[in-house]
């Protein structure tokens, strides 16, 4: 008898039968019952977060309160699954093979409404997973600079000065809101301590490292450390990377999904939060947004970014691709009023066909800025430098190079620096759907504020002290870092010779270094320095 139930079972999952499975928004009036209180906000948001609010003078509110336990509870005793939630929005999603059962749930007393966001089998879902990469070998020349492929789209926008003049986003937080992060954990360009951790909302307990590779590509424009092969826009930040995008379906529970990884990174105290992520349409047509509803303030997911920003977090988004598809205009969340939306140009700063338009709904402009996100230099999911095309590369480039702004200008709030970034963007006083206002200059913001008007470009001295090249002589390095790590690398980026040493003159032995072109690299804590060498 049990082997006959296993066969039918298996015939059943062969032949691809399974429940159809439903999820449902659940709207809940208010917050009775909950477990905690506005007078113990340490005991669901963490220091850091309570810190952010206390510097940019938000009060703790009823937003930040969880979602009431005892309504959850009655919600489960109905032989439903609770599998997100909103605080910010107070809505529970829940999941469940009896449609019938929402009737009996809309009746609750506690319950303002509750809307259908998701259907599908439980078993056999299709494995095609969604993504708008276009991955492309890099180069196979040698790269001799420090930053490798990373160089050129950084001096767009200025930022490389803000490293030079040592902020590479040092002290700051960043979310990826992305679909998954496909062998993040393996790649060497990430330092320890770099990724803080991982959370997966649409799976819970899943592995981020298997799912999609679209967040890792995301991830190392911002956070990758390969001296003379590719650096990216915030190397010395550190990362939560969160998975809220289901690459195998498209329905508005995705929505849902990000509302708790957003909510979950304020909890544990990011700056800023990044997602190269946008909804538009659905595998439900009757789902769909309208352009209509891009006012920033109706779809669900629009308005969880912009309490995101109204807690003090920095928000950037990417426009989308849909500039040479029927739908052409941004999607939501990149509507919300108070987030960055990320526009994409090439090398020769002209805007990509492919880049979503402007304006909202209710007439403002977006997208705000653009950046490079056609052949964007990234490492790709084996770690090896690549390009690819999308503003889902654009948007993390903005968002690296914002956060090393922040860091040299820790007194402005969210808001503040947002203005601040459209300001001193290349069409400010003229903006259009296309390009917003344009190509941001990082330094001239930060010169805006700080009065600083140019880079100390006091270089040390580093040559060979003979014909022979037997030591490398090391002078002048400034004595305000106190240690300094000194690499010599071949033509090919192989790294030959490491020492560190502090700021007094020095020599180093190099005797087993054969003739040839050596690069040497000096880095401190806020210098660093490249010199070219020939034995």
Known sequence: MKKALILLV????????????????????????????????????NSRSLERRHNQNIPIDSTDIPVSNQYKSTLSNLGVKIIATSRWMNTVVISTTDSTIISTIRQLTFVKAAEW????????????????????????????????????????????????AGYRGEGKMIALIDAGFQN??????????TILGTRDFVNPGGNVFNEDKHGQSVLSIMAAIDSFQFIGAAPRATYWLLRSEDAYSEYPVEEDYWASAAEFADSVGVDLINT???YTQFDAPQLDHTLSQLDGKTIFVSRVAQIATNKGIFVVVSAGNEGNKAWQKIGAPADAADVLTVGSVN?????????????TADNRVKPDVVSIGEGTYLLDSTGKPSTSNG???????????????????????????????RSQSSFYTLPDIHYGYGIPDMWTAYQLVTGVQAIQNTQPEVFFNNKKGNSISIRNLPNTDSIYK??????????????????????????????????????GKTHHYTKKLVK
């Open 184 to 193: 993040a954990d393996t790649i060497s360009a990430y330092k320890p301590g």
């Open 347 to 359: 090398i020769k700063l002209q805007i990509s066909a492919f880049s979503s338009i402007g304006f």
């Open 117 to 164: 966001v998701w259907q599908g089998t439980i078993i056999n879902k299709s494995a095609k997973l969604k993504s708008d990469m276009q991955i492309a070998r890099g180069p196979s020349s040698s790269i001799l600079e420090e930053y490798g492929y990373g160089l050129t789209q950084l001096t767009v926008s200025n930022g490389q000065k803000l490293h030079q």
């Open 10 to 45: 298996f015939l059943h999952t062969l032949l691809g039968y399974s429940q159809t499975e439903y999820k449902f928004r659940v709207w809940l009036k208010d917050k009775n019952g909950t477990n905690y209180s506005l007078n113990k906000p340490n005991e669901f948001l």
């Open 276 to 278: 190269s992520l946008g």
């Open 486 to 523: 000194v690499n010599v690398y071949s033509e090919t980026g192989r790294i030959l010779f490491s020492e560190k040493i502090d700021s007094s003159d020095r020599i180093l032995n190099v005797r087993t270094l054969k003739h040839g072109f050596y690069i040497v690299y000096i880095e």
């Open 391 to 421: 503003t889902s590369f654009s948007a993390p480039l903005m968002t690296g190079m914002i956060a090393c702004l922040w860091q040299a200008l820790p007194q402005l709030s969210n808001k503040q620096l947002l203005d601040l970034i």
